[in-house]
């Protein structure tokens, strides 16, 4: 009969240390609905802005190359596609549910990397300087509004390895130096294009039914 007790006792224990760790754990941080539409506004904006800024004769002046450079570290692609359904041939689906916030995070994952790339440009020796900043410029203040606005971080806050992973070597040579940065920003283009559709897919609300 004690033994049963002691076993009845320590059952009792276990459940409620883990209803107490379950109480105490940290709340899956997302965006309200007011802010998701907020941030859609805002990406719909970068994309404009990225779109105007990769056609321009400013950045990619005399440049005849159509390479892009994707180099971010962040999965977005994947984080962000939405779940596998039937009888549908998508490559990027997944098979696992889709999370708002791990797509979010690599979202502004992206948008950190990207941040620094344009700084680090900018401090870089440009053919012309104030039509290069004046185009630049208005970009990173959009970049500052969706980190302010649209991040599940504190304040804003990313990880230095997205810094890290942006440190561009720029050299002496301006024409190099914005064939690099065209490439770039050409990827940028296309990495806007799918979180703006990740976004709507966010917005939808189709993963919380």
């Known amino acids: 009969m004690a033994h049963c007790n002691l076993y009845f006792t320590s059952c009792v224990l276990l459940l409620l240390t883990l209803n107490w760790r379950a109480s ?23 994309l404009l802005n990225i779109t105007g800024l990769r056609n321009s004769a400013v950045l990619c002046f005399g ?22 359904t039937q009888n549908s041939s998508c490559m990027m689906q997944r098979n696992s549910p889709f999370s708002e916030t791990e797509c979010l995070r690599n979202i502004m994952k992206d ?6 790339v344009i700084r680090s440009y900018l401090n870089a020796t440009l053919r012309n300087t104030v039509e290069e900043t004046a185009l630049l410029m208005p970009t990173l203040e959009i970049i500052k509004s969706l980190k302010e606005n649209c991040s599940l971080e504190p304040n804003g806050e990313t990880s230095s390895s997205e810094e890290d992973v942006a440190v561009q070597v720029w050299g002496n040579n301006t024409f190099d130096n914005r064939n690099e940065m ?13 979180i703006n559709r990740a976004m709507g897919y966010i917005s939808s609300g189709d993963h919380r039914k």
Do not use: W
């Open 63 to 84: 440049i005849t190359s159509e390479n892009v450079v994707l180099r971010s570290e962040a999965e977005t692609v994947l984080a962000c596609a939405p779940p596998q």
């Open 111 to 116: 948008i950190a990397y990207y941040e620094a």
């Open 182 to 194: 065209c490439k770039i920003m050409r990827g940028f283009h296309i990495r806007t294009i799918t």
């Open 24 to 46: 105490m754990s940290v709340p899956v941080p997302t965006l309200s609905a007011q802010d998701r539409a907020h941030c859609s506004q805002l990406f719909r904006k970068l």
